[in-house]
């Protein structure tokens, strides 16, 4: 990529390169200049032209820095369009198109099992469709999609918005298979090398719930792509012949996660943990082995999984954090007299992660435990910190909530529809019924106070008239 470090002018898209030149006088000097081949996808929206490009992409590193997207932003007043609402959405379709002039993009089709055509649109190339799934329920991106799955990827199709988002099998590091407590439900995380950006939000991880419950009866058997064994064997390997077969019955909990492990041969990682167990029962059932936490991160309720090798925040927003990558883990013990304690986790990156409303009696056990994991365990006994931890977390919920604003589309691609919706909803509905109630008070106690005054100030006045009178 060359650049000469400017951040305004014409965006052109050749058969060559993507390019931005200046418009300043008629210099037409060229400031960026992006090649096709450089480009893995094209996605964005209305306002916003955004190119992922490709690691191993010549200039993408720089002193060991990798350059993973770059972002342009289309002003109100764009030169080259007459309707601005719909420059950000021209210039992708430009893009796409003079890739897939040049063969660097693929358009494929194929006739899933229901007999129904399947168009493959993604901008990623996710190779020979081996799987069709109709219907799978995702949390995070929310919403019910197709996926197609591939030899080199997937794509996800938004059964409501028609809305695709695709993923490599190399931009996934692992999966992990997790049992929610207390439910019938399992969620299968698929987490990720790189972020991956659907609308206006970047993901560090996918997320799909699937009911334990559900099954294919032997009649009604799922098929796949691949019609035979050999097929199996000489598409994906001996190893993916031990886990698939052309025709499938039996629990989708055992099914989905094997078709997904198949195609893309990542480790499957169970949410169980022999070496850690929760030591409250109060959200789950006595005889119930569970490494959840319940706790909050970013004003979202959700569930922290303490694993072998991971921490696992699930599931708004998801998060896997590698103890290995933890530099320091604080835990704030001023509010000595609270049921609560708050964990901060700090990465090497520099990031921070603000986890809160952990059940105290989970301390002890939980702090012996990373102790065994990462490099720097501390309590945090200054009177000050609490207040520290508590800023903190306002401003994480604050950030997020602007996210949340941001994750639909302008055009309403990608549609919120968590089922978190109904606790962040109460989470706010409590916070305000929490301050109505303090306003309520501190107004009580103002107007306490003015009458406990005036009747002061008419006993006085009484008194000396009293007096006086004397």
């Known amino acids: 990529m060359n650049s000469t470090c400017h951040s305004w002018g014409k965006v052109d898209v050749t058969n060559e390169a993507v390019e931005l030149r200046s418009v300043i006088s008629d210099s037409n000097q060229l400031l960026v200049k992006i090649p096709l081949t450089a480009v893995r996808s094209v996605g964005g929206n209305k306002t916003e032209l955004a190119l992922q490009l490709k690691a191993d992409a010549p200039g993408a590193q720089t002193g060991g820095i990798t350059m993973q997207s770059i972002r342009f932003a289309v002003p109100k007043t764009c030169i080259g369009y007459e309707q601005t609402e719909e420059a950000g959405k021209e210039l992708q379709a430009a893009v796409t198109n003079a890739m ?159 078709v997904f492990k198949a195609a893309s041969k990542k480790p499957m990682i169970g949410g169980s943990n022999a070496e850690y167990q929760s030591v409250t029962r109060a959200l789950y059932d006595e005889d119930t082995q569970t490494t959840a936490l319940r706790c909050a991160h970013k004003g979202s309720d959700g569930m922290l999984f303490v694993l072998q090798n991971n921490l696992v925040f699930l599931h708004r927003p998801p998060l896997r954090l590698r103890y290995k990558s933890i530099t320091r883990v604080e835990v704030d013990d001023a509010a000595s007299g609270s049921r609560y304690f708050s964990l901060h986790v700090t990465m090497e990156s520099g990031e921070k992660f603000v986890f809160s409303s952990l059940d105290k009696k989970e301390q002890t056990n939980l702090l012996q435990y990373l102790a065994t994991k990462c490099q720097n365990v501390v309590v945090k006994k200054n009177a000050a910190g609490n207040e520290d931890a508590e800023d903190d977390e306002d401003d994480e919920e604050e950030d997020y909530n602007e996210s949340d604003e941001d994750e639909s589309d302008e055009d309403g691609s990608f549609d919120d529809e968590s089922d978190d919706e109904p606790k962040r909803k109460k989470h706010k509905k409590d916070k305000k019924d929490k301050k109505d109630k303090k306003d309520k008070k501190d107004k009580k106690d103002k107007k306490d106070k003015k009458d406990k005054k005036d009747k002061k100030d008419k006993k006085d006045k009484k008194d000396k008239k009293d007096k006086k009178e004397e």
């Open 100 to 258: 897939t002039a040049c063969g660097l993009l693929e358009k494929a089709s194929v006739t899933a099992a229901g007999g129904a055509a399947v168009a493959n649109v993604s901008n990623v190339d996710i190779g020979k469709i081996v799987a069709v799934f109709d219907g799978l329920s995702l949390s995070q991106p929310s919403g019910t999609f197709q996926c197609l799955i591939g030899t080199k990827g997937y794509q996800f199709i938004n059964s409501k918005t028609k809305a695709v988002f695709s993923l490599e099998h190399s931009n996934i590091s692992n999966f992990f298979l997790i049992t929610i407590p207390n439910t019938d439900s399992l969620y299968l995380v698929l987490c990720l090398e790189r972020k991956l950006r659907v609308g206006s939000t970047d993901f560090s991880c996918v997320v799909l719930t699937i009911d334990a419950t559900q099954s294919i009866a032997e009649s009604h058997a799922w098929k796949m792509e691949l019609t035979s064994h050999d097929d199996i064997v000489s598409v994906l390997g001996e190893d993916a012949a031990n886990l698939v077969k052309p025709t499938m019955f039996g629990a989708i909990s055992d099914i989905i996660p094997s």
